[in-house]
């Protein structure tokens, strides 16, 4: 058996199937193959969908859409915003919001802790009707439903913070609690620990210790910490850069007009001399800042503000600051908003049930129109007011 294995062994030399190549020539064959070949066409697959973190992604901060309205989804706490009384009710105030929403502050936020009117009634101090800033505090989810609930806050030390005496310029126009009297003016604190403000008491007669006041900037003694203020709020603040986290409600600023959106809603230059349907309105602001004008806040409604047109300058107020990695800033061109004219004493005349004669001014679909309102005659107030159907 050995030695018929070993014939068999002898045998194998001869080449069976194939012939064999080397290594070397294999890969030259493989090569001149492959060079042989037309080049493939690239597969056309789907379309993978960009998904907004996507785009964030690819295209940095997001640009400011002048279209857009303030929405209840972006009442983030820390979000500063003016606001007017509707209701006083002996546990809460029901503010009226900007872009018609609702919110409201418990009476532990209406005072500064510790003041002497945080044990008062809030109808001693508060009026339907009333200006205030005010700064959300927490959206609270309710037990039915889905609906939601802002609560906000009052207090100067909430409001105002992130300021001091390095920080605060002439003409900010901030909140303030009465912290003592004296014979000639007032005592004011800011919440802020190395600031203290003074206001001679013939601006405001009737305040009280305690209370919230708003007050302009007029000048600051850094060495002693000390804030000359004023009741006027017809002050301009100035140009001079400001940091976003600076910018509060209230403020009182001008402006140049950068970009006019037109019913396309692209933040074009070109479209800002197209004569288009003025769908909003960026202005640059104290520097680098931006701010945004919606049509709502231009005037009493979209035809009325068709006169603006790029790089005109406006006096406007800061209606709300939403913060975020980009802090978006609202702004207003409404009279009695620029004016800080409380519509207090008008409110309180009207009662349910009285006619008023209104004019449609402007519709927003799903939302409801606004109107141009004159009180009765005989009513004693003979001023036009704007109202929401």
């Known amino acids: 058996m050995l030695r018929k294995r070993k014939a068999v062994e002898e045998d194998e030399p001869f080449p069976r199937g194939r012939p064999q ?7 030259a064959r493989a090569e001149a193959s492959r060079a042989s070949r037309p080049p493939e066409k690239p597969r056309e697959g789907k379309k993978r969908k960009v998904k907004p973190d996507d785009e964030e992604e690819a295209t940095g901060p997001e640009l400011i859409r002048a279209d857009k309205r303030l929405v209840f989804a972006e009442l983030v706490p820390g979000t500063l915003l003016m606001a007017a009384v509707r209701d006083v009710s002996e546990d809460e105030l029901t503010l009226n919001l900007p872009f018609n ?17 945080a044990e008062s009634k809030l109808r001693e101090h508060y009026v339907r009707g009333q200006l205030v800033i005010a700064v959300v505090v927490a959206v609270v ?12 806050s009052l207090r100067p030390s909430i409001a105002n913070a992130g300021l001091d005496a390095d920080g605060l310029k002439p003409n900010m126009f901030l909140p303030a609690t009465v912290e003592d009297e004296e014979e000639h003016v007032f005592r004011l604190s800011f919440g802020l620990s190395d600031l203290q403000g003074v206001l001679p008491r013939a601006e405001a007669p009737n305040a009280q210790r305690g209370e919230i006041i708003h007050v302009s900037v007029k000048a600051v003694t850094s060495a002693s910490g000390t804030v000359r203020c004023t009741t006027a709020a017809g002050e301009v603040l100035g140009s ?19 970009q006019i959106f037109t019913a396309a809603s692209k933040p074009k230059a070109s479209e800002a001399e197209s004569g288009g349907e003025n769908k909003g309105v960026v202005a640059n602001f104290c520097g680098p800042l931006q701010g945004l004008l919606h049509w709502h806040h231009q005037g009493k409604g979209a035809g009325s503000s068709a006169d ?3 790089k005109d300058l406006v006096q406007a107020r800061v209606l709300a600051v939403v913060p975020g990695p980009q802090v978006m800033v609202y702004l207003t061109l409404l009279p ?21 004669k209104g004019e449609i001014v402007d519709q927003v679909p799903r939302f409801g129109c606004r109107l141009l309102c004159t009180p009765a005659e005989g009513s004693g107030e003979e001023k036009p007011f704007l109202a929401f159907c």
């Open 336 to 356: 009695n908003l620029v004016e800080w004219n409380s519509s207090a004493t008008s409110v309180t005349k009207i009662k349910i049930g009285d006619r008023l």
């Open 240 to 258: 001079d850069p400001l940091k976003p986290d600076l910018v509060k409600a209230g403020f009182l600023v001008k402006g140049r007009v950068d």
């Open 141 to 152: 989810q309710l037990a039915k439903g889905s609906k939601q609930r802002a609560e906000l």
């Open 308 to 310: 603006l047109k790029r």
């Open 101 to 117: 929403m609702t919110g409201y502050v418990l009476h532990a936020q209406a005072f500064e802790a510790g003041s002497k009117a």
């Open 21 to 27: 190549v080397s290594e070397e020539e294999a890969k």
